[in-house]
């Protein structure tokens, strides 16, 4: 059947003008004809833009009343395919109604404007059970707009199928018949009835159309609706900002347009609260406005921060706003819009409140903060908080760590019998804290007050919220001020310990210290320590410090004992630490704590001198008597509490025939993280050892001892958790100035260091792991050394390393000695099978210059492999980079004549190795040296004196009745080879 092509309007004509006004105008009446009051016969619409429309002749009458719009009839039943239909517009006329024949596999092609809801419907047809689906003009991807599929839509399980569709955008679709399997039959036919009708726009489609809502001091809710809203204009900035789930946070609320409105006059508080809830349909955002309505900007200026809201906490999808500063009187607009812009039907509630501020809104109706003995939290909330606190004056205006916000609440904390208390915040939904603390600097905090900063933190992470450290005497209040530092409301908690002082806060609680030979400091710490009084538990005098340290009462002071060495004289030094001003008191002692009658007299005292810094002590106390016990006080002449770096030694030599100096260094100040250098000492004779550990708390330290010949000595190195790159030591022979071990500024591994018999040199003999102690190699066998050897020399630089491009790392050196002319060749097999061993040859030398590596090697391996490798009869080369295979061709060897190996391996500290000699003669490398025996050719017998391999001493030829000969051909006696 042909559709309804007619529509009524109210139009609006003046005499002898083609211009008319419409009401409820659409795009589709372009092209209509036009009947009613005050209009000719035979006049159409031919242009303009809704409402006002341009008449193709001029109006006879002047007035408002309703005229009908006419158009011309479509071809047929079927929808219109494509834009123009009827001629001159771009969408079907609506209300409509089309039918169609259709099989199952079939479709209907539509051109659909996103201002009309089509209905397509299979209801009418012999029962089958049919799908409807509405695609892209492809046929392959589904519609976007509302419900693009259905099946069953008409009710009956197994039945035909029905549904509305309002697109997103114009444009041309399909709608597709299918089975309920989605599958082509075409013997299963029937009718598509497809009715077109206007969309029902919202009522606060547009600002100047916003639904009023009344400000309550309860939430009245209204109910309303986002279904087929258009985009209002204009807003500045034309797509809301700061609309992420959390307040202030970055994002558009997935605006794309489908906006309403509503209005909202702030009441005389100036506090306005706009909550929602969702009922169904698609998430939602909102923002708000202020200004004229035709330029409404979005609130709070450049920043728009709070002004909009995507989420109004996690988990719960439906958007909050809350303004606790507005201007009474002035109308708000609020703007509410689907995330995405979907045309779904999104019902949803709102309301609009003047909340009423927390109780602790201010510093004269605080809530009480309770110290515990751990932390109890308060719950608190900055929720409707307004930031207003007349009659106070804060010192400063703004808080020293954060800035001021207009949304804080105030509690307060009574100090208790105790040093000092710790206040921290928890987060809630405030994330981001500031913590303020004040004191009563005048007035009373309900009437013209002044509250003076005490001090301020603030959040630093999302896991570190603020705390605060408050001390004063039992009774003080502090005023603490908290509030989120980007001013969004929410819940946190704060609560109150009590914090106990040092165990060493009193003469009887004093803490012995370690004397060592030297300095090496020990920490300690000061905070929440109070000031100890002329007597104290268990103490009948404690004399305030007198001349040069007579500044007053010592501030945090803390108390240690030390045992006075053999020579009466006991050394006292401080290094800077947290506490870097200082002073240092030595007491002689009569009496006891536990009797009770503990005196303590003044023997010394200082201010300065300490090597570590100018403001620290140093005390060199002398003539106590050896063996007793004094006291020592350390106390804050400056600066914050924290911790103090204490060393108490003795300046008396020590005893041994050889004495060693050991220095512990860590340059950023840091200490060792616990890593410890066990220094281990076996008297000869003595069945078991005395080892004592040292580690380094500070920048620097050293202690000196001292060993007997025959004793045994080794040191080891036990790392902390973890050592740190800048830790280094030093182990210096006194008597010798022989620097037995120098690690200053490397970085130090872990394993023992070095281990010897003490003999009258004092000094260990070299390590493998240097030039000087290299190991000899003169026959076949396993090849294992020392791991944890530690080099005191880098023997290898750019100059002379050759291929060894990672120069001295983990490596062990070895000496050759050739007692002919001949090849020397040999393979080195890594016992660890992952061990890449890499390995460089210098010579020939005489034994005296074998460690003069002033040149390159004469032969360099430093192939990227594991397995064999060595110097083989087969190879060309006389070095190789990473690419090389292993194997370098042998060495021409002189007679006599010394050859330095160093070998090293990457990826593991095990070097050690199966060594094969490969040499022509066999003899060429032995541990025996030259034949014992020697025959002139004259007949007459001689003999030689050989020593070891390699020969460190003359060649001496005993026989007298050999003649001489010519030098290089014979042996001479006297001579040396």
Known sequence: MPPSLSVERTITTTAGSNLITVTGCVAQLVGATVSGQGIPAGVSVVGGTCPDLELSATAIGTGTAVATFQFPPYGGSAPPGNAGLPSGINCSLAPALFQAAVCAGQYATYYMCPNNVYTFSMCTSELWNSTLTVTDASGTNLASGSTNYDDDGCGATDGHSQLSFTPIIAGTYRVRVLTAECTADPGLCGRLDVN????????????????????????????????NATTSGPTTPNIPTNCGPAPCSAGSGLFSGRDVWFRVTVPLSGRVEVRTEMIDGANMA?????????????????????????????????????FPVLQPGTPLYIRVWPRGGSPLSTDFRICVTDPQPPTNDRPCTPFELTVNENCEPLPLSTLFATGSNPGITLSPNTPTCAPTSTADVWTRVVMPAAPAIRVEAQHGTVDSLALVAYSLGSGNVCANATLTEVTCATSTSLNAPPALILTGAPGTIHWLRTYALDGAPGTFSLCATALDPPVNDEPCGALPLTVVNGCLPQRFSTTYAGTSGTTSPGAINVPAPSVPCANGAPENDVWFTAVVPDNGELRLEM???????????????????????LSLTQWDCSTAGSSYGADMPLVVASGLEPGSTVYVRVWRESGAQGDVLLCAGSTSAPTGSCRYRVELTAASGSGWNGGELIVCLQAQGEPTPTCTPYTLVGGSGQFLFGA???????????????????????????????????????????????NFLVTGTCVPPASAADCAGALTLCEDGTVSVDPSAINLIDELDQDNAGCLTDLQVEGRWYSITTYGA??????MLPVDPQADLNWAIWGPFTEEERCDLDAPPVRCSNADRTGPTGMLVTADDNTEDASGDG????????????????????????????LTFQNAPANLVNCEGLPTGITHEDGSIGALQLMPNPAHDRITLTGTDLPSSVPGKYLIPGERY
């Open 708 to 754: 007997n010949t025959g004793d045994q000595l080794w040191m080891t190195l036990e790392n902390g958790t973890p050592f740190p790159s800048d830790g280094g030591l030093r182990v210096t022979s006194l008597g010798t100035t022989t620097t037995l071990l120098d690690l200053i500024g490397l970085n130090v591994t872990g394993g023992q260091l070095f």
């Open 822 to 827: 001949g090849t020397l060749a040999l393979t």
């Open 196 to 227: 077109v009708t206007p969309v029902q726009y919202p009522v606060n489609d547009d600002p100047q159309s916003a639904i009023e809502l009344i400000v309550g001091t309860t939430c009245d809710w209204q109910e309303a609706n986002l279904a």
């Open 575 to 597: 290094e800077p630490s947290t506490l870097n001003d200082a002073a240092l008191a030595v007491y002689t002692a009569v009496g006891s704590c536990t009797e009770g009658t």
């Open 887 to 914: 194997w370098v061709k042998p060495i021409q060897s002189i007679p006599f004549r010394t050859y330095t190996l160093f070998v090293q391996s990457d990826g593991t500290i095990d070097a050690s190795f199966d």
């Open 286 to 322: 909102m923002a708000a406005y202020d200004g004229p309505l035709d330029d409404l900007f979005q609130l709070f200026g450049p920043t728009f921060c709070n002004s909009c809201n995507d989420d109004a906490s996690e988990g719960n999808a439906a958007p909050y706003l809350y």
